[in-house]
């Protein structure tokens, strides 16, 4: 059981709490579907995952994580538009 430093009570956490994706995990998932995902896609999911924070904020996050995650995590994303969905970030397949 943790203790709050301020109140000196303590506090439990749920397993839901602790077990719960963050946004990058969510949008880390999205880029490893086989059929990848639009940021669209990606806010959407962030949202249904984060109905308690801002939606904006979360597209923002998504629009900057579309290019510098790979960056950061060293792989190569397949992009392009498929009819029907629109622009799609998926990671590539190893040649």
């Known amino acids: 059981m ?3 430093s301020k109140t000196g009570s303590a506090s439990r956490s749920t ?3 602790q077990d719960r994706p963050t946004i990058l995990g ?7 579907r ?7 896609e ?5 949202a249904s995952s ?3 924070r801002d939606p ?15 960056l950061e ?3 190569q994303l397949a992009k392009g538009t498929i009819p029907g969905r629109g622009y799609v970030y998926r990671i590539a397949e190893a040649e």
Do not use: H
Not at 56 to 70: D, F, L, N
């Open 2 to 4: 943790k203790t709050n």
């Open 15 to 17: 397993t839901t709490e």
């Open 26 to 32: 969510v949008i880390w998932g999205m880029f490893n």
């Open 34 to 40: 086989r059929e990848g995902a639009t940021q669209k």
């Open 42 to 46: 990606m806010v959407e999911a962030c």
């Open 50 to 52: 984060f109905p308690e």
């Open 56 to 70: 904006e904020g979360m597209a923002k996050t998504v629009r900057i994580q579309c290019s510098r995650m790979p």
């Open 73 to 75: 995590k060293g792989f």
